[in-house]
């Protein structure tokens, strides 16, 4: 049996980080749903940009749609639900059979409105009504200034991938947000069943770390910090809170590991997915580390609901000099700047690349 479906007969939610007009078209990402257990699809800019510009597939759409007077972003956005319509319909099967707990792709909404909650719901609601299926998520940054929208969005009964989110207690401001805008859907009398996935990313802290830390400590904090975020999740499921929630027909949101490929060339090439195997959460994998844990990973035991050594560790770290607050707070400052520079980048791409078309 293979360890992609040794993982997901743990319980555990196989997703590709990736998506291409090419995959849809070959059949491989309906290859990667039969034979590599994948059950749903994350994407972002930067996927979409090496997509769109690097390659002859989207020439047509491209030239037709910033021809007809769309913008830049509008054009993208099209031929983005376009792909992700096909991707929704593959795993259409799979939300269905799991009563829509599985089967999801994901959309992100411009990173430029990061601190723009109300035009970030406005977007999100006018997104999630075009793609017309109730297989996608809109992915919104799960920073202090994007809770509002989060919480907003899940009222409006918009399904949210959090994203950006790095530490415990990122995870938590994500989860009390979606709790929120449940809650107030309640007291409106409207279905508490909307679902929500909270993305917390992993290789960046031992990207950050790798050479300022003892041999002993390298590549060791992604795993940490994943297992400390996986028991706050457990504990959120098990909280009063929640559990009236549950009782009401809510279901829970789902930790999703994100930016699960490895950084460090002298490690494993599947550290991460081994480490953070856990029932009821989602690991989205670029391309190649999917392929390659299909090839030679192993699964062992799950993560300790308790997080394991998890504390121990992170001391360690923080023994060695590793200010593991300031880090997280700086990993998502960060990783939002970069966002922002992939979806510029993205736009300037297409426009560069109609130019030439024409």
Known sequence: MKAT?????L???????NITREMLDSGTLKRYIDELS??????????????MTHGHAYDDDMAKLLSGGLSTEDAFFEMAIADLRRAADLFAPIHQRTATVDGWVSLEVSPLLAYDAKTTVQVAKALHQKAARPNLFIKIPGTPEGRSAIEEAIFAGVSVNVTL?????????AADAYMKGLERRVQAGLSPDVRSVASLFVSRWDKATMDKVPAELRDKLGPAIGAQAYKAYRDVLESDRWQRLANLGARAQRLL???T??????????LYIGALAAP????????????AFGEHGSVGKPLPRDGGDCEQTLAGFTKAGIDLKKLGA??????????????KDLLSSIENKSKALK
């Open 5 to 9: 479906q040794q993982l997901h007969d």
């Open 11 to 17: 319980g555990q939610s196989l997703w590709l980080d």
């Open 38 to 51: 994948v059950t749903g699809l994350t994407s972002n800019p930067t996927i979409f940009d090496h997509a």
């Open 165 to 173: 989110l790095f530490s415990r207690d990122h995870y938590v401001g």
């Open 257 to 259: 590991f994100a930016s």
């Open 261 to 270: 490929g490895t950084k460090d060339p002298k490690a494993s090439d599947v």
């Open 280 to 291: 009821n959460t989602v690991d989205t994998m670029p391309e190649e580390t999917l392929l």
């Open 330 to 343: 700086d990993l998502q400052s960060e990783g939002a700047k970069s966002f922002d520079e992939s979806w």
